[in-house]
T-cell receptor
């Protein structure tokens, strides 16, 4: 079965410190991987994606993610966290099951303390 | 990125009534639209996938007669919650995408439905 796992319900980090939000995936074929962020009572905002090419993908708001095929991981990173980064983050994989659909991880809540 | 508009942002309705939620892709033609339901502090659960001009494909466990989906054009899909009950209260999110491989889906801002 195709799936996405986010092993951490919550990540706490101090402002200015680097942050990592973990994601692993299980898909057949080439993975199309995404990160989205959700603020309270809002829809999801696209951050970045990996389709092919460089394993390190840069996205919005200073976020980046590293695709690791051997570890089937796609961890989200940022060198220096901001309080405003506090939100709910979803890792997702887009799969083709006779039409494309997106499968989401459970989400990881990021708290950045000042 | 592309813009998907969802309306209304929030709605309160009485038990037994029906509520319609609209999802519009404003600057692109969405061959496929998706409807999700999100419970507090949980991930998005896909309810159904709709393709323009055809019947929606519902995920297992989702009542198609209760959650009516119409995708009449490449820019508009609607979700109607029929005979709503308090347990239908939730956050509903739509997304729109194309069938081009590797493209991301774009999400509406969500609708908070409260059934009283």
């Amino acid at each position: 079965a195709q799936s996405v796992a986010q092993p951490e319900d919550q990540v706490n980090v101090a402002e200015g410190n680097p942050l990592t939000v973990k994601c692993t995936y299980s898909v057949s074929g080439n993975p199309y991987l995404f990160w989205y962020v959700q603020y309270p009572n809002r829809g999801l905002q696209f951050l970045l994606k990996y389709i092919t090419g460089d394993n390190l993908v840069k996205g919005s708001y200073g976020f980046e993610a590293e695709f690791n095929k051997s570890q089937t991981s796609f961890h989200l990173k940022k060198p220096s966290a901001l309080v405003s980064d506090s939100a709910l983050y979803f890792c997702a994989v887009r799969v083709n099951t006779g039409g494309f659909k997106t499968i989401f991880g459970a989400g990881t809540r990021l708290f950045v303390k000042a | 990125g592309a813009v998907v508009s969802q309306h209304p942002s929030w709605v309160i309705c009485k038990s037994g009534t029906s509520v319609k939620i609209e999802c519009r892709s404003l600057d692109f033609q969405a061959t496929t639209m998706f409807w999700y339901r999100q419970f507090p502090k949980q991930s998005l659960m896909l309810m159904a996938t709709s393709n323009e001009g055809s019947k929606a494909t519902y995920e297992q466990g989702v009542e198609k007669d209760k959650f009516l989906i119409n995708h009449a054009s490449l820019t508009l899909s609607t979700l109607t919650v029929t005979s709503a009950h308090p347990e239908d209260s939730s956050f509903y999110i739509c997304s729109a995408g194309t069938d081009r491989e590797g493209t991301e889906a774009f999400f509406g801002q969500g609708t908070r439905l409260t059934v009283v």
